[in-house]
C-alpha cells in the first residue's frame, strides 16, 4: 500500500469525475496478486485495516470488511453524520463539497461514514447511536431508499412492516398504519406519523441518476 499516484488510477478518478486531490487525500494505491498476476487499485480503509478495493475492472475487498468512519476532528464525535453507502459516492460528496455546493452538501461540521456493504447495517449501527443527526445519501432508487427506512426502524428499536404499493409504500409501526410516497424522502414522511429520537434525513440525486457518483 502506498501513495495515490498512479497515472491510470487517477485517470479512472477523473473518469468518475472525482477531484484528484480529494483522490489522494482518501485514498491510497494497493498492488497485490492475485493467481500469480500483479494487480493495482485504489485503496479506501475500514476500521478493521481492510481495504475497499477499486479500479476500472475489479470491485472488491482486501483483508476485513467492514465500515469506514471519517472524523471531522480526531477523537472527537460531531452532531452530524453523513451516510454513504460506497466510497465513490463519498468521494463524490466531498468533490461537491470542495467545489462549493452549499444545496446539497452540509454547511456544518459533520463525520462521514461509509458502509462499504449493505450487509455492513449492523456495524454501522453501533456507530450511528452517537449521532441526534443522521444524513442519508443512499441510492436513487426505491431499495436505496427503503434501506434507509429500515436503519431508522432499527435506530430507533421500532418493528415495522414495510409493503410495497403500485405507488406507495404501505407501513406498519406502532400500531399505526400509513402509507409512504417515493416522491419525498422516506424518513421524513415517517417523522409525521412516529415520534422519532433521531432526526434523520435522506437527500437524493436528481432522478436522472441512479447514485450520487452517477451525478
Known amino acids: 500500500v502506498v501513495p495515490l499516484r498512479h497515472h491510470a488510477l487517477l485517470s479512472y478518478l477523473h473518469s468518475r469525475v472525482i477531484d484528484a486531490d480529494i483522490g489522494k487525500i482518501f485514498c491510497k494505491e494497493v ?10 487499485g485504489l ?8 481495504y475497499e478495493v477499486r479500479n476500472p475492472y475489479y470491485k472488491g475487498c482486501l483483508k476485513n470488511k467492514d465500515v469506514s468512519l471519517i472524523s471531522h476532528t480526531h477523537g472527537e464525535t460531531q452532531g452530524h453524520v453523513c451516510v454513504f453507502e460506497g466510497f465513490m459516492d463519498f468521494l463524490s460528496y466531498m468533490t461537491l463539497r470542495q467545489a462549493g455546493d452549499r444545496e446539497i452538501c452540509l454547511e456544518v461540521p459533520c463525520d462521514h461514514l461509509v458502509m462499504n456493504s449493505v450487509n455492513n447495517l ?6 450511528l447511536q452517537e449521532y441526534p443527526f443522521i444524513h442519508c445519501y443512499l441510492d436513487n432508487d426505491l431499495a436505496g431508499r427503503i434501506y434507509g427506512l429500515r436503519m431508522m426502524a432499527l435506530l430507533e428499536g ?25 416522491e419525498r424522502p422516506l424518513t421524513a414522511q415517517v417523522s409525521e406519523h412516529l415520534s422519532i429520537r433521531h432526526k434523520m434525513g435522506q437527500w437524493l440525486p436528481p432522478k436522472a441518476f441512479k447514485d450520487w457518483n452517477d451525478c
Not at 498492488?31 to 493495482?40: A, G
Not at 449492523?122 to 456507530?127: D, E, S, V, Y
Open 43 to 50: 485503496a479506501f480503509c475500514n476500521l478493521s485495516g481492510g
Open 158 to 182: 421500532i418493528p415495522m412492516k414495510i409493503n410495497k404499493k403500485d405507488n406507495f409504500l404501505s407501513v406498519e409501526a406502532k400500531g399505526k398504519t400509513f402509507e409512504l410516497t417515493p
Open 122 to 127: 449492523k456495524k454501522a449501527l453501533g456507530h
Open 31 to 40: 498492488h497485490y496478486e492475485l493467481r500469480k498476476r500483479h494487480y493495482f
